[in-house]
């Protein structure tokens, strides 16, 4: 007499839609800009960032900016426009928990730039050099990524590759599982029972 089988769970599966395979897209580009080496822009990021504010508070010295904050004539500038000079202009933002975004005169993201020479120059340059060596890697890997998503038919195919996803199989696929629970025996039975070769009249 056939028994139930005990065989795992069957992950339930789904054609990915347009709308599935952005998700996904973004949920990869999140994952690899978490994992991505970030060392040598971090510390190209503190030689930058205290080069700015080196430059700003030697034209506006905080204790000053302090004073004109009490009547709203000065606030924090995140973002700082630099030059070095030859015409170019280009724009720094400090890290949203960087303790030494400046105070300068007026309302935030002033214009006015502030002129890098010699080692304050270098370091800007640097940081930007080691910017889009970052951004570079990171588009690198997405691009596999991108492939994997967008060339896949279906979710699961999706998932055995890049495990990870598996933290939005409920949004896209759904909670429900289709379970093999059926024994060979009672297949058999079912597949050659007069019931399943009969065919209802249209």
Request: with cysteine; proline share 3%.
């Amino acid at each position: 007499m056939g028994t139930m089988a005990t065989e795992a769970p069957v992950q339930k599966n789904k054609r990915l839609s347009q709308g599935n395979r952005d998700d996904l897209y973004r949920l990869a580009r999140k994952q690899v800009k978490a994992t991505a080496d970030a060392a040598a822009l971090d510390n190209a990021y503190e030689h930058a960032a205290q080069a700015v504010h080196a430059a700003v508070v030697a034209e506006y010295p905080q204790k000053d900016m302090a004073v004109l904050v009490r009547y709203d004539a000065a606030s924090k500038d995140a973002c700082i426009y630099v030059s070095s000079g030859h015409y170019n202009y280009d724009r720094f933002c400090f890290r949203d928990d960087d303790k030494r975004i400046p105070l300068r005169p007026g309302s935030n993201c002033n214009r006015a730039a502030f002129l890098l020479k010699g080692e304050a120059l270098a370091a800007y340059d640097a940081y930007k050099d080691a910017e889009k060596a970052h951004e570079a890697e990171c588009a690198r890997r997405l691009s596999d990524f991108k492939a994997l998503i967008y060339g896949a038919k279906t979710f699961n195919e999706v998932a055995s590759i890049w495990p990870a996803a598996e933290a939005m199989r409920e949004s896209i696929v759904g909670t429900g599982t289709s379970l093999t629970v059926l024994s060979n025996d009672v297949v058999s039975r079912i597949q050659s029972d007069p019931a399943a070769a009969l065919q209802e009249a249209a």
